[in-house]
């Protein structure tokens, strides 16, 4: 009986402390309170185990102080909690450091109340002097909802695993936007986050990347981890750090960055929309993703695969599959069902000494300019790739490399953004198999005979998924 006891008054205490400690919208009367109580009390003595001290807490905006009250309780969330955040502006002069580490079975969740958008603000003149906010050795974290404007990085994670961040916002930062270039990061999920508008520092150089995974040196490292579906845009950099929309860095591995849609991210200096280096023991996938107005598309060194991305209209090249001086080794690399239009380059290929690369049933539409620039290609595997404009170090064979004939053939409506494949287009069923991807940029899956390019059009003359336009790629 003494057991019973005792765990009946721990959930009493458990209750009450979350009860005041929490900050409701309409707070519960005191027979609302001891209905709680009783409930919780009775739950746990049904379940002959002690209270799990999991609860949720609600903050509203204060004022700006070294002792934010965010900051405070994020840093005393346990296993199983839920701190909501509700609408206004959360500012802060001082650095802003959150630790929270959830299990797999009790996450720790930090999000938006329902319909509302809070703000997570650094004054203007921090903007060379402190992070946003710093995530430090955070595990079984989702953070969900939130928006950062300001400082010099606007989100930084430093360290951790299992975390999970997603429909946030951040903007208007004075370098780049999100990074994990401080430790080691396992396992996060990035997803459905509106990345805009960085790199405005004035007082000296600055990058401006939308997202900075990995240090440059390989020193640590991100891996298994999921990039998908965020909007990323107008990304401003002054250095030779570059302003990149996504940058995966040497020796990260294992991650896979699809259906993001990146553009304008060529304000200052011109640097890829996506550029992955390898240099691991398992390859980084990049797929379904669309990109125009960047210097190159995407930059491809090692140990990727690269498949079913729509990039345009790029100042430099579509594709860059080349060597840097960070990367040993140029290896494992299979570009494949890509659509590349309307660059000066379209793909740009420098392969000697490179082992297992495959280039093939890719679309390169680039009228009045060089649609292939291949120099010491190699061993590399070439197979069954269309294209328009001119051509160096290759040659139009029929087998690697064939006619497309012209862009109006070839889609819908090119002028539009509109690349699917029209009625007539030489995309239709004439890819190679052995290179087929299973699914297409719409993520249909692709049947035979399989077409040339990111999508697979069988037999439908218009394209039902989702339309290329500024925004979150949605359909999936």
């Known amino acids: 009986m003494n057991h019973w006891i005792s765990v009946f008054l721990s959930s009493i205490h458990v209750t009450c402390a979350c009860l005041l400690r929490s900050r409701p919208r309409d707070r519960a009367g005191p027979l609302q309170m001891w209905h709680v109580v009783l409930i919780t009390g009775i739950f746990a003595c049904l379940s002959d185990v002690y209270i799990i001290r999991a609860a949720t807490y609600e903050i509203y905006p204060a004022i700006a102080d070294a002792q934010e009250e965010f900051e405070r309780m994020a840093n005393s969330l346990k296993p199983g909690d839920e701190l909501i955040l509700y609408g206004g502006t959360y500012s802060q002069n001082a650095r802003r450091a959150v630790t929270a580490s959830g299990t797999p079975a009790q996450p720790i969740v930090i999000r938006a109340a329902e319909g509302e958008t809070p703000l997570l603000r650094r004054p203007a003149d921090n903007i060379d002097r402190h992070n946003n906010i710093e995530f430090v050795d955070c595990s079984y974290l989702t953070i969900r909802g939130l928006r950062f404007q300001g400082g010099s990085s606007g989100v930084r994670f430093i360290r951790g695993h299992h975390v999970t961040f997603e429909n946030c916002e951040i903007f208007e930062t004075g370098n780049n936007a999100l990074t994990m270039n401080s430790g080691d990061c396992d396992a996060f999920i990035i997803r459905k986050n509106h990345i805009h508008h960085t790199g405005l520092s004035t007082s000296g150089s600055t990058e401006g990347e939308g997202m900075y995974i990995g240090c440059h040196s390989g020193s640590c490292r991100t891996t298994n981890t999921l990039v998908e579906g965020n909007y990323i845009h107008h990304l401003r950099g002054t250095s030779s750090g ?137 061993e590399a595997t070439f197979s069954a790739n269309y294209i328009t404009g001119g051509l160096s170090g290759v040659a139009i064979d029929g087998s690697r490399f064939h006619d497309g004939g012209t862009i109006s053939e070839a889609f819908v409506r090119p002028d539009k953004n509109n690349f699917w494949p029209g009625p007539g287009s030489r995309l239709v069923n004439n890819a190679d198999p052995a290179f087929a991807a299973k699914r297409d940029f719409n993520w249909t899956s692709r049947k035979a005979p399989f077409d040339i390019g990111a999508y697979e059009s069988q037999g439908r003359q218009e394209n039902p998924g989702w339309k290329i336009q500024s925004g979150f790629k949605s359909g999936k």
């Open 242 to 378: 570059g302003n990149d929309g996504i940058e995966i860095k040497v020796r990260s591995y294992g991650n896979t960055v699809r259906d993001n849609v990146i553009h304008d991210t060529n304000i200052g200096r011109q640097y890829p929309g996506i550029f992955v280096y390898g240099g691991g023991p398992k390859v980084n996938i990049v797929e379904g993703n669309v990109i125009w107005k960047a210097g190159e598309g995407i930059q491809v060194v090692s140990d990727a695969i690269v498949r079913n991305n729509i990039i345009f209209d790029c100042s430099i090249t579509g594709i860059t599959a080349a060597p840097h001086a960070a990367v040993s080794q140029m290896r494992n690399v299979t570009i494949v069902n890509n659509t590349l239009a309307n660059h000066p380059r379209g793909a740009r290929i420098r392969w000697s000494g490179a082992s297992n690369m495959v280039f093939g049933n890719n679309a390169v539409y680039c009228p009045g300019s060089t649609a292939i620039d291949a120099s010491g290609i190699g």
